[in-house]
């Protein structure tokens, strides 16, 4: 994959370092496997707040921004973002829409978000309260260390599909599934709703990946990389590796086959209309 080539624009991208530790003491998790938190919350989360506890502005201590431009790690996340707006732009003009760029933070240690605060183990997700996407850079190395691979394009598919939950923001769905996952009548239910939401952002990564592969001289080996990884994150896979068995009814992600299966179908058709997975029988996704 030849990022550095990459075409992009606009945008807002914001490089956070700093320490001192995270407001309100830390991160409180409880009731699943400290591995299964790890991995699901570093992978392509929506919103922690679940995972992180509370919610509301919160304010890094001794945070500083810098500006990094000798940081390839932050040149590579702030090229394939500014990617992800050109095609997104374009997209939703297409469709006589407009598209409104998130910001992006790139953080370092820990940081606060208005869906609670952040440190270097909740990896890349995205926040709708304040349409920010947020990342620590250091979950690359985990990446290649916790799932056994990686790679320029896999690691370009993780922030795609951050960006296509801002997608879904913008199109109002991802309102419209948090009114059905109130609505619902068993948590089975609810998590249905959740993994048609973060399949669809598979499928929207998908697409972008379909629109930018000329540019980015996307060959077959990158698509196996990111597909790669989306088997390595399926919920089964998952919870295999941390609690030594399947639990389908709490999956949220959906499974390594369904994810390689929305993220294939819109790289090769490159049509966001292809990835309605809420009129798809669940048995079917």
Partial sequence: MDWKNLPGSGGNAENRSGGGGLPGGGIAVGGVGGLIIALIAMFFGIDPGAILGGGGTQTQQSQT??????DEAYQFVNQIYRNTNLVWDDIF??????????????????TGTECGTANSAVGPFYCPADQTIYLDTSFF???????????????AYVIAHEVGHHVQNELGIADQVERRQRSARTEAEANSYSVRLELQADCFAGVWGNK????????QADVQEAVATAEA?????????????VAPDSFTHGSAAQRVRWFMTGFRSGNPNGCDTFNVNYNQL
Avoid: E, H, S, W
């Fill in 93 to 110: 003009k297409q469709a006589g829409r407009t598209y409104n760029d998130p910001r992006l933070v790139r953080y370092v240690r820990g």
């Fill in 212 to 219: 930018t592969q000329q540019d980015a001289k996307i060959t």
């Fill in 233 to 245: 994150i399926g919920d089964d896979n998952l919870q295999r590796q941390g609690q030594g068995y």
């Fill in 65 to 70: 921004t810098q500006p990094a431009q000798d």
């Fill in 141 to 155: 190395t985990q990446m290649d260390r916790q799932l056994g691979g990686g790679g320029d394009f896999a690691y």
